[in-house]
């Protein structure tokens, strides 16, 4: 057993290195945007809140981190729409392309797509849409379609049928069946996919990068570039603290995802008894 | 029960029109435009025209685009198949019967830098590879002079980067796959003797291959994709050092506003996309 537990140290050892090597870049960062004359190395900060305050005394950050959310928030709510919808039919009747259309689905969440990203900006420049958000935000939206779709389906898959049947003998419709019974009930499995559409939109760089061109109506991950990237003198703390910043939407999103997932379905219970 | 849609199939209309107008035409285009001489600048863009193979032809004999695709190669190797997925799987391995407490702060750690968005990521990383960064620090108490890493070494800053980003997502998928390996097989396995390494080769590994192969397809098609973290780190450079197939296509449609020979690399890259796709629902063996 000896020999046993010196294996267990080791591996214990391994994973305190790897983890020390997976915490250290955001260690930096941390540290950086408590301070004021922060440098490119780890260092203890002379603590203070200057940094926080300064990022969100401007007003062209804050209306970057509000076009950001308008951005993200309106495609998460597109997505989760146009999803249900897709996702009903495809989950409770026979259709005769639904095979070919949910392989197409599952191909399409695969694709890269940075790939296509220089054909959309032509679409964009033909159709005068560059610069607007409402266009851009259309595109994210069908970007992460597939995805959503797919998503639901399983989804709502998992909700049993017997209680919507129920629904239908008292006279329901079908679209009553969908907003009363069947959409309320798979409430977590929403909410996990407009969590994941949010912040994989929050995140994005790409393609707000591409489409939209005057500052006004860039999201906070456009700005935050040209923040690092032009600026000659780069004042480290500010960056860090603005980073931290945007990066907490994601954290807290994320979360709260893990607490979703972790409760489940409990709904199949709701047909017994 | 199973009805015939009486026109609930209408519901998916708003979902078939966003992914025809955004996902399909675009495609579509990408194929149209890649046989064009289309430019934003100069006398092409007064007359467009069709012109065959030509950027093709162009585009193999461009030395830049061969190297990219090389570069792409190395990055998808490195950062992807060895990186992700062999330190994803090394990592769920280890966490694996180890103290709850112990395992729950590191996965957190390694989760923080999956949940932190690509553009800090990269951030950080550049502090960290810089001149005066965190890394130069630690070789420094080793009594090792600092390594201008974003210019010795930038292919290997990326892949590092990329790796910090995104193992976490192997490592959750082979941690969900390795607690469902029943305990007594293991067990059994041991009390008859056999070495830790025999039961990973013979009994771990085999009976979480369906995951390791489905989770190779989806991160190297991620990874294909991977555009923000390397134009943010390196933009490309120094010179075409970083230059992957994404940066390379960005750079002719968007610097030299070559939009032809850009959607053809779009094309080329969508290639390699649709070949890795199939294959990654091939190892899905869905049922729909």
């Known amino acids: ?12 050892g391994i994973l305190v290195i790897l983890g020390l090597c997976f915490l250290l870049p955001l260690f930096w960062i941390l540290l950086a945007s408590f301070d004021t004359n922060a440098q490119q190395g780890i260092k203890f900060p002379n603590f203070t809140l200057d940094n926080f305050s300064a990022v969100l005394g401007d007003s062209g950050n804050l209306r970057s981190f509000g076009v950001g959310i308008i951005l993200s928030g309106g495609q998460a709510t597109l997505v989760v729409l146009a999803s249900v919808l897709a996702a009903y039919p495809l989950s409770r009747y026979e259709m005769r392309f639904k095979k070919s259309f949910l392989l197409s689905i599952l191909f399409m969440t695969a694709l890269p797509i940075t790939a296509v990203m220089v054909p959309v900006f ?5 159709f005068k849409l560059q610069n607007s958000i409402f266009a851009t935000m259309l595109f994210l939206t069908s970007s992460s379609l597939p995805y959503g779709i797919w998503m ?14 129920a629904a239908w003998i008292d006279g329901a419709s079908v679209w009553g069946g969908l907003r009363r019974i069947v959409a309320p009930l798979m ?37 935050i570039y040209q923040f690092f990237g032009s600026h000659g003198m780069v004042e480290y703390g500010r960056l860090a603290a603005f980073s931290l910043l945007y990066t907490m939407p994601s954290v807290v999103l994320y979360m709260f995802s893990q607490r979703y997932m972790s409760k489940g379905f409990s709904m199949g219970g709701a047909t017994k008894g | 029960m199973k009805r015939k849609s009486r026109g609930a199939f209408l519901f998916l209309t708003p979902s078939v029109l966003l992914l025809l107008i955004f996902f399909i035409v675009p495609i579509i285009l990408t194929i149209c435009f890649a046989f064009t001489n289309m430019a934003l600048t100069g006398s092409a863009a007064r ?13 193999f004999q461009d030395p830049d ?11 998808l190797i490195f950062s992807a198949v060895i990186g992700q997925v062999v330190l994803g799987f090394i990592l769920a391995l280890l966490m694996k019967e180890k103290n709850v407490t112990f395992r729950r702060i590191i996965g957190i750690i390694v989760i923080a ?29 080793f009594g090792i002079s600092p390594v201008s ?6 292919m290997v800053s990326v892949i590092i980067a990329n790796i910090w980003h995104g193992t976490a997502f192997s490592m959750m998928v082979y941690q969900s796959a390795l607690d469902e390996i029943p305990k007594d097989i293991e067990e059994a396995a041991t009390i008859d003797g056999a070495s830790n390494f025999k039961i990973l080769s013979y009994i771990t590994i085999p009976m979480v291959k369906g995951s390791i192969v489905t989770n190779m397809m989806l991160v190297t098609l991620q990874t294909l994709g991977v555009f923000t973290l390397i134009y943010t780190m390196t933009g490309g450079g120094p010179g075409t050092a970083t230059q992957t197939l994404p940066v390379f296509m960005y750079n002719q449609a968007f610097v030299n506003y070559q939009f032809g020979y850009g959607t053809a690399i779009s094309l080329v890259l969508l290639v390699i996309g649709i070949v890795a796709s199939l294959f990654y629902m091939k190892s899905m063996k869905v049922k729909v």
Not at chain 2, 129 to 140: K, P
């Open chain 1, 1 to 12: 057993m000896v020999k046993h537990r010196l294996q267990r140290n080791i591996q214990y």
């Open chain 1, 122 to 126: 032509q679409m964009f420049l033909f």
């Open chain 1, 152 to 165: 639901m389906k399983s989804f709502m898959d998992s909700v049993p049928i017997d209680l919507e049947e």
């Open chain 1, 187 to 223: 409430l977590p499995g929403i909410a996990t996919i407009a969590i994941f559409t949010f912040s994989g939109s929050w995140g994005n760089f790409f393609v707000p990068y591409i489409l939209l061109q005057t500052p006004e109506k860039l999201p906070a991950s456009v700005t």
């Open chain 2, 47 to 59: 007359n467009l025209q069709f012109i065959g193979f030509q950027n093709f032809t162009n585009m």
């Open chain 2, 65 to 75: 685009f061969r190297i990219s695709v090389w570069r792409t190669l190395v990055f």
């Open chain 2, 113 to 141: 830098g999956w949940v932190t968005p690509e553009i800090v990521v990269a951030f950080c990383m550049v502090a960290f590879f810089s001149d005066n960064g965190s890394l130069n620090q630690i070789i420094g108490w």
């Open chain 2, 149 to 154: 890493w974003l210019f010795s070494f930038p």
